[in-house]
């Protein structure tokens, strides 16, 4: 009977460090729809250099992302922005201690119709459309048209930076079309001619036109020197100094094979 007994212990035991092996080899991400296409590329690479790791990737927005974090749901929230003061005090209130990891850059784009004939605009005449003061493309030399304002919606890292960089945290107009990610939004203005929208550098196609601001286009040149004003960094947040896997996972986006694919997704790499 002891002998028994001492059989299902260490039963117990190897089943117990088996499941926690397995479980350090699975890696799940939510959060920005900005960073949502690097994670996505860096996961493809590296399930391919490490066929044991399943990596699980999804979006909702950085807000989701850092919330899913402080609930302890995922490993890694994603966020196209730092994390707010009432969010970390929330995260420490529950033992988590959420440290953001920078793995690229990105510029926020301004974009327009591809057949809209303007092809700059300041942050002040941008704030002005944005708030409802012009509503017309007329009044800064473009077509008798209206304006269709389309933003990311309050969930957005995006949206956040935005609100920061452009609008002076000022509201944005209450008929805005409020939208859940950066491709809603590029689908959106590449469909009505009016429209104006702004986008991770990764979204951007030829099916719309980004405008250059205050006289800067994006570009990984501009976002790296800070000439162009709507840069920002791009962040994986952890519970605490990545460790393990996850560790391994994020090492692996910051290296120059990492690197490379945060360019080839449309984003700016660190160096």
Same mark, same amino acid.
């Given at each position: 009977m $002891?002998?028994? !007994? ?5 039963g ?13 080899k ?10 949502? =296409? ?6 493809e690479? !590296?399930m391919?250099?490490?066929? $044991?790791?399943?990596?699980?990737v ?27 003061? /009432?969010e970390?005090?929330?995260a /420490? ?5 959420p #440290?953001? @990891? ?9 974009? #327009?119709?591809?057949?809209?004939p303007? @092809? ?8 002005d459309?944005y708030?409802?003061?012009?509503? @017309?493309? /007329? #009044?800064?030399?473009? =077509? ?5 304002? #389309?933003s ?6 995006? !949206? ?10 000022e ?10 990610? @950066?491709?809603?939004?590029?689908t ?27 006289g ?7 976002v ?8 920002? =960094? ?25 690197? /490379? ?7 700016? =790499?660190?160096?």
């Amino acid at each position: 009977m $002891k002998y028994l !007994f001492r059989l299902l212990v260490v039963g117990l035991i190897i089943f117990t460090t088996s499941d926690l092996f397995a479980a350090k080899k699975n890696i799940t991400l939510a959060g920005s729809t900005t960073v949502l =296409p690097i994670a996505q590329k860096c996961a493809e690479a !590296f399930m391919d250099i490490n066929p $044991k790791v399943n990596i699980s990737v999804r979006g909702g927005g950085s807000g989701v992302g850092i919330a899913s974090l402080t609930a302890k749901s995922i490993d890694i929230g994603m966020s196209s922005r730092p994390i707010k003061d /009432k969010e970390l005090a929330t995260a /420490k209130q529950k033992g988590v201690n959420p #440290v953001g @990891n920078i793995i690229a850059l990105d510029g926020l784009a301004v974009i #327009v119709h591809s057949q809209n004939p303007i @092809n700059e605009i300041s942050i002040k005449t941008l704030k002005d459309i944005y708030t409802g003061k012009i509503t @017309n493309w /007329k #009044v800064i030399g473009g =077509p008798d048209k209206e304006i269709v304002v #389309v933003s990311r919606d309050v969930a957005s890292g995006t !949206f956040e930076v935005f609100k920061e960089k452009v609008l002076g945290g000022e509201k944005t107009k209450d008929d805005a079309l409020m939208l859940a990610s @950066n491709k809603a939004v590029a689908t959106t203005v590449q469909e009505t001619p009016g429209a104006i929208g702004y986008i991770g550098l990764g979204y951007l196609s030829e099916g719309v036109k980004a405008l250059k601001v205050e006289g800067v286009l994006p570009s990984n040149k501009t976002v790296q020197d800070g000439t162009y004003k709507l840069a920002r =960094p791009l962040y994986m947040y952890t519970n605490g100094t990545p460790k393990g896997i996850v560790k391994e996972f994020i090492d692996f986006i910051l290296s120059p094979s990492g690197q /490379k694919l945060v360019s080839e997704t449309g984003y700016v =790499p660190l160096k």
